[in-house]
């Protein structure tokens, strides 16, 4: 089942603050989070692995709540170049998981 | 560097006329995807091969098929191209091991057109 994402799109100006979130109905393993450029493939950004588990990779940021299900996208000061849909993608408590399950993506858009 | 290529970029076909897309990577994963991706959809799971064993998602149509000869390389064939398949179609590459799925890797997409 697809994980929800909330909000759908987000419009900022450059240096506030966004957050993205992410929630499954299902007991979940990890979760991805990818960005996507208009016009070009999605890059990855990290994998969150354990319940409570936070990275971060410059000004970007993440969180992983196992026992909700849920994750969140932390961007924090955000660059025009953090404009883009991200998407999580969610990988389900069971044995031999091979693949991701999308959510439907949050468009977000830096304006100067 | 390591990476996942996808030929061609751009297709343009016909209405029923058979298209083969092809994926190949240097990253020697051990599973690599098919996505259908849509205008400001999330992209769909068509179907996946662990090394050999070929994984279909159950709401792929028939009309799409997928062929790995070998590690590297990965094929995605469609039968009868209809309206419908107008869309980005996207490779990916991951790995599997001991039981952990790790990062995808994509490549940049082939961009089909159905006239």
């Known amino acids: 089942q697809q994980p929800v994402q909330s909000p759908q799109a987000v419009i900022l100006r450059e240096g506030e603050d966004a957050v993205i979130n992410c929630s499954s109905s299902k007991a979940l393993y990890s979760v991805h989070w990818y960005r996507q450029k208009h016009g070009e493939a999605p890059v990855f950004l990290m994998i969150?692995?354990?319940?409570?588990e936070q990275k971060g990779h410059e000004k970007i940021s993440a969180s992983f709540n196992e026992k909700k299900q849920q994750s969140s996208l932390y961007l924090t000061a955000s660059q025009l170049s953090y404009s883009g849909t991200y998407f999580c993608g969610t990988v389900p408590l069971i044995q031999g998981a091979q693949k991701l399950v999308f959510g439907q993506g949050t468009r977000l858009t830096i304006n100067p | 560097d390591a990476m996942v290529i996808q030929n061609p970029r751009y297709q343009v076909t016909q209405f029923g006329k058979p298209v083969t897309l092809s994926c190949s990577q240097t990253l020697n994963h051990n599973v690599m995807y098919w996505y259908q991706q849509k205008s400001s959809q999330a992209p769909k799971l068509l179907f996946h091969y662990y090394d050999k064993d070929f994984n279909n998602e159950a709401d792929t149509p028939d009309n799409f098929q997928s062929r790995r000869p070998n590690t590297s390389f990965c094929f995605l064939d469609i039968r009868s191209p209809g309206l419908g398949d107008a869309a980005m179609y996207l490779c990916?590459?991951?790995?599997?091991?001991?039981?952990?799925?790790?990062?995808?890797?994509f490549g940049p997409g082939t961009r089909l057109t159905v006239t």
């Open positions: 969150l692995l354990k319940g409570g």
């Open positions: 990916a590459t991951s790995r599997v091991l001991s039981g952990h799925l790790y990062e995808q890797y």
